[in-house]
């Protein structure tokens, strides 16, 4: 099993930046590639952006192409999601999201471990 705990959210302005962060308890031999997802009310989970476990394959959502970082830790059993230039339409929950083979196959449904989530909020 793999518990995942998001935190960073915050209120920011438009333009600012946030690092998300995903604590991820797993055992160091398992290998897991991670994602980050957003909610917003109504509205079912969007992919943002994904990482597999040696960090060096990832993919965005087109909108935040540029503007956002996913990177990870494995020492640390850490996930980050660096969210720059942020704009109103990236206000949502952000959640952290955990899965055991990497494709770039964005579907949630792809993913076995969820964490709670973590608020951003973007003022204009």
């Not at 959502?61 to 230039?85: C, H, P, W």
Request: proline share 1%; net charge negative.
């Amino acid at each position: 099993q793999v518990q995942l705990v998001e935190s960073g959210g915050a209120l920011v302005q438009a333009g600012g930046s946030l690092r998300l962060s995903c604590a991820a308890s797993v055992r160091n031999s398992d290998d897991y590639a991670m994602g980050w997802f957003r909610q917003t009310p109504g509205k079912g989970r969007e992919f943002v952006a994904g990482i597999n476990w040696y960090g060096d394959k990832t993919n965005y959502e087109d909108s935040v192409k540029g503007r956002f970082t996913i990177s990870r830790d494995n020492a640390k059993n850490m996930v980050y999601l660096q969210m720059n230039a942020l704009d109103t339409e990236d206000t949502a929950t952000y959640f952290c999201a955990a899965r055991r083979q990497w494709t770039s196959d964005t579907d949630d449904a792809l993913y076995d471990f969820w964490g709670q989530g973590t608020q951003v909020a973007v003022s204009s």
